[in-house]
Structures are given as C-alpha cells and as structure tokens.
C-alpha cells in the first residue's frame, strides 16, 4: 500500500523567510503533483513533476523530485501573505492504472 | 475552459437518507474519482472509474458505492447517510497525467 507523508504538517513563517516542504512515499513513481487549496476552495494544480530529477519553478515556489529517494521537496523563496494556504502533494503510483494518493497537507501561515 | 462541475456545493442530509452526489465532467477524460477529504487526514479515494459501466473500490469503500452510466457523469451515492459520512466530498477527472478537481461538495449529516 502506497503511503504519502509530508511534513512538516504545520508551518508559521515570517514573510521574507525560505522554507521547505517534504513529501516522501512509499513505493516506486515517477509522477508527483503539488496542490494548493484555500479554506472552502478545491485544489488548485501548482505543478506536476513527471520523472526523476525534475524541477519546475513558478513564482516563489520551486517543485523538485528524486524518485531514487523516492522524496519531493516544495521550496519556498521570500514568504508573501498571499502563500497562506494548505499544500498537498500526491502520487500516482500507475501500478494498475492511474489513481492519486495524497498526503496529509500542510498548513502554512505567512505573517507579516 | 475545462471543467469538473459538482452539483451541489452545500448539503444538509439526515441520518439514513439516501444521498446522491453528482459530478459531471466536459473534457471526455476516461478516468473519474472521488475523495473525501478531512482535516488532518489528507484526501481519500472512495472509488473510481476508468471506464462506464466500471467501478473500483478505493481506501475506503465502506458505506458508499458509485455508478457510471455514462462517460462524463460519475455518481457517489451514500445508501443510508451516517453523521461519520459528514465530510468534503472532492470529484476528480483524469486522462493522462492531468488531473481535474471538482470545487467540492459539503456534506452535513445531522
């Protein structure tokens, strides 16, 4: 069975400050996705990372992923307010067809 | 601009109703799910379809069941609602590495 942990799970950063989010997982993929979701909102797609060693940059935020270590890292630049927000990341593990599986969440607060 | 459209954003339902959830999809994706997502535990498959007429059991099947009968429509039924059913219900559609997430459906059962 596929297990998705993220950590940290809570997060209260300073605006202006860098911080990284971990998602590990259990099992062989090479298809990772970040998410973001605001309180009362779906999940809004914020990258999809499809093969070792991928990296993708939007903004602030800076997905990578290592399917050796079977690890992805969510890296944030220079906290703003606006990132405020619950981030999940998912895999599909393709074993048998396509199906994400999630982890926890984490909840950041940006403080001015 | 695709969509993934739940026909209900709230719901108020009481204990042993039968309940039905809607999700419609416009992008002709193969591939539909739902999960129920709660605090602290991240979203969960309940079941999921790859094809009509089809259905496979996710994580946590219990207490519900779905039915596909046509490509872009995929239904989560609860066949009598318990108050440990009150959650968010997300549906999801998928064809190839993209994936589309529904605005959600909020259920309270009372």
């Known amino acids: 069975e596929l297990k998705v942990e993220q950590n940290p799970l809570f997060l209260s950063m300073q605006e202006g400050k860098n911080y990284t989010i971990y998602c590990n997982y259990s099992t062989t993929s090479d298809r990772l996705y970040w998410y973001r979701q605001d309180p009362g909102k779906s999940l809004e797609s914020l990258f999809v990372l499809l093969s070792n060693g991928a990296v993708k940059q939007e903004g602030r935020l800076m997905a990578s992923l290592d399917t050796k270590a079977r690890l992805s890292t969510l890296h944030i630049t220079a906290a703003v307010h606006d990132l405020s927000a619950t981030y999940f990341c998912a895999v599909d593990e393709r074993t048998s067809g396509s199906r994400l599986t999630f982890g926890e969440g984490t909840q950041l607060t940006v403080n001015p | 601009d695709v969509k993934v459209t739940q026909s209900s954003r709230y719901l108020v339902k009481r204990t042993g109703e039968k309940v039905f959830l809607e999700c419609v999809q416009d992008m002709d994706h193969e591939n539909m799910f739902w999960y129920r997502q709660d605090p602290g535990l991240g979203l969960r498959l309940i079941y999921f379809s790859y094809d009509v007429k089809m259905k496979e059991k996710g994580d946590i099947p219990e207490g519900y069941s779905v039915s596909r009968e046509k490509k872009e429509r995929f239904s989560l039924i609860l066949e009598s609602a318990s108050t440990n059913q009150t959650s968010m219900y997300l549906c999801?559609?998928?064809?190839?590495?993209?994936?589309?997430f529904g605005s959600g459906t909020r259920l309270t059962v009372v």
């Open positions: 999801a559609s998928s064809s190839g590495p993209g994936y589309t």
